[in-house]
């Protein structure tokens, strides 16, 4: 079945470090991808998209390309701050008949020390 | 409404007891979600209504669990029996349907605790 695989955390970081979060899915059909964030104490918040190959998605310093050819949409941004402390979800819907259900990876936590 | 608006925001039980979480989607949006998010664990999707069709009840953990969409909007997810394992916050998000991208838009959820 239609699945997301992202790498574990904790991640920690210093202020400014460059950060990549691994993200891999397996799914039929041509999914659309997804980034979401969960501030501490918040819900869960959309970060940024990608709806077909090659594209990317780029949201408050963070981008995320689309690469069908090693179905991955790995998340990127190259300086981080000490507000981008959260948990960080991959995610992917199907674009096939009758299922569109958004499947989410298990997070990845990310520390940022000043 | 503006949100995803759901209730209670926390919820204390003793174990073998039902509960309701309540969930109002964003006026408009056909599709509504709901997940459980465990301490230290990722969204395990319980549960999707889109429209009129059938839910896709795939992810219910057992038989305990079930929920209903009355009119299309307002969704109810009710545990019978509660156990400890069912401790968890239970996140209900909704988004405008088949013919988009599908971003979620999610609600802050309901912390279930079973004593």
């Known amino acids: 079945g239609d699945s997301v695989t992202q790498m574990e955390g904790p991640v920690t970081l210093s202020e400014e470090a460059f950060l990549t979060i691994n993200c891999t899915y397996t799914?039929?059909?041509?999914?659309?991808l997804f980034w979401y964030v969960q501030y501490p104490g918040e819900g869960l918040q959309l970060l940024l998209k990608?709806?077909?190959?090659?594209d990317k998605g780029s949201n408050k310093g963070f981008e995320a390309t689309y690469r069908k050819e090693t179905t991955s949409f790995h998340l990127e941004k190259g300086s981080v701050q000490v507000s981008d402390s959260a948990v960080y979800f991959c995610?992917?819907?199907?674009?096939?008949?009758?299922?569109?259900?958004?499947?989410f990876g298990a997070g990845t936590r990310l520390f940022v020390k000043a | 409404g503006a949100g995803v608006s759901q209730s209670p925001s926390n919820k204390v039980t003793e174990k073998g007891k039902d509960v309701e979480l309540r969930c109002d989607p964003i006026?408009?949006?056909?599709?509504l979600y709901w997940y459980r998010q465990s301490l230290g664990q990722g969204l395990e999707f319980l549960i999707y209504?889109?429209?009129?069709?059938?839910?896709?009840k795939s992810g219910l953990p057992s038989d305990r669990f079930s929920a209903e969409r009355t009119g299309g909007s307002v969704s109810t997810l009710t545990i019978q029996r509660t156990q400890q394992e069912d401790s968890a916050v239970y996140l209900c998000?909704?988004?405008?349907?088949?013919?988009?991208?599908?971003?979620?838009?999610f609600g802050e959820g309901s912390r279930l605790t079973v004593l």
């Open positions: 998000a909704s988004s405008s349907g088949l013919a988009t991208t599908g971003e979620l838009f």
């Open positions: 799914a039929t059909g041509y999914p659309s």
């Open positions: 990608a709806t077909k190959a090659d």
């Open positions: 995610a992917l819907r199907p674009i096939i008949t009758g299922g569109f259900k958004t499947i």
């Open positions: 006026s408009g949006h056909t599709a």
């Open positions: 209504f889109q429209g009129n069709s059938a839910p896709d």
